[in-house]
């Protein structure tokens, strides 16, 4: 009885999920702006307080491995979530647009100008929240300790697609 239960849930999430949803361009960003924040807030907790409890794990969790929230969150909201340093300019995994992004934050860095969360859009069907982590933050100094500006930006990455398949039809009317 319970596993017919627990498969009537999942197909109402899915009927719901497949949904004809009209979604403009804005309720899209509006919708990933929404969850990059809730993601960072809950990932950075996550990572603090891991750091906090086990320092001798830090390498791992800086990768963010050993830490099955942030795995939760990626499935949750089905985006990619990374921790950015300066060392990432290099990384050939980012797009072009994205290293320019970092390249700014690390220039606001090194002059000790403010940070601000932002959204990039790559092409039609991938949207990526960025979101520096406060200096203050012990994500900084033991993550990142070796770099000279100490910085560190939440990479969160969304498919287009998906975000419209997980968003309530009901909270849309909300956000216009």
Request: proline share 3%.
């Amino acid at each position: 009885m319970e596993r017919r239960v627990n498969g009537s849930k999942e197909a109402v999430e899915k009927v719901k999920s497949m949904q004809i949803k009209r979604v403009t361009t804005q309720q899209v960003v509006t919708i990933v702006d929404d969850w990059g924040q809730r993601i960072v807030k809950q990932a950075q907790a996550n990572l603090e307080n891991s750091l906090a409890k086990s320092p001798s794990d830090a390498v791992a969790f800086c990768q963010l491995q050993k830490l099955p929230q942030i795995d939760s969150l990626e499935k949750l909201y089905t985006a990619e979530i990374n921790l950015l340093g300066t060392k990432d300019l290099k990384n050939p995994a980012l797009s072009a647009k994205e290293k320019e992004v970092l390249d700014a934050y690390v220039y606001n860095a090194e002059n000790k100008l403010s940070q601000i969360p932002n959204i990039q859009k790559l092409g039609d069907t991938v949207l990526v929240y960025n979101a520096p982590v406060s200096l203050q933050s012990s994500i900084c100094h033991k993550c990142f300790g070796e770099d000279a500006t100490h910085l560190a930006v939440w990479r969160v990455k969304f498919k287009r697609n998906e975000v419209i398949r997980k968003v309530n039809a009901k909270s849309l009317q909300k956000i216009k």
